[in-house]
């Protein structure tokens, strides 16, 4: 499985993005999707996850409200809708593909290149 993350960039706070993550994978709809981020000197936090079909999702407490996680199994494409944001959610944000629907990170066993996200005040 190969995951390329993308659309990250530069955004005043207040202000959206959406990331998409395309999946080089023939059974797209076998994985679950997660995003994950990481902020400079802080360990990687869980961010939201996605089942398989889309049914059920995870999302963080910091970020719910806010941030929406979706899929499109057709693409092979999972997306977060990040809207609202703060400077607190800058930071390089990862897609990731588990066989369970987890929050783990270290239960996501493919993992994509990172995109970065910086929010400005």
């Known amino acids: 499985v190969q995951l390329q993350a993308s659309g990250g960039g530069l955004v005043q706070a207040g202000g959206s993005l959406r990331l998409p993550c395309a999946a080089s994978v023939r059974t797209f709809s076998s994985y679950v999707m997660g995003w994950f981020r990481q902020a400079p000197g802080k360990e990687r936090e869980f961010v939201a996850a996605i089942s398989w079909r889309g049914g059920s999702t995870y999302v963080a407490d910091s970020v719910k409200g806010r941030f929406t996680i979706s899929r499109d199994n057709a693409k092979n494409t999972v997306y977060l809708q990040m809207n609202s944001l703060k400077p607190e959610d800058t930071a390089v944000y990862y897609c990731?593909?588990?066989?369970?629907?987890?929050?783990?990170?270290?239960?996501?066993?493919?993992w994509g290149q990172g995109t970065q996200v910086t929010v400005s005040s």
């Open positions: 990731a593909a588990s066989t369970v629907l987890t929050r783990r990170g270290n239960e996501y066993g493919y």
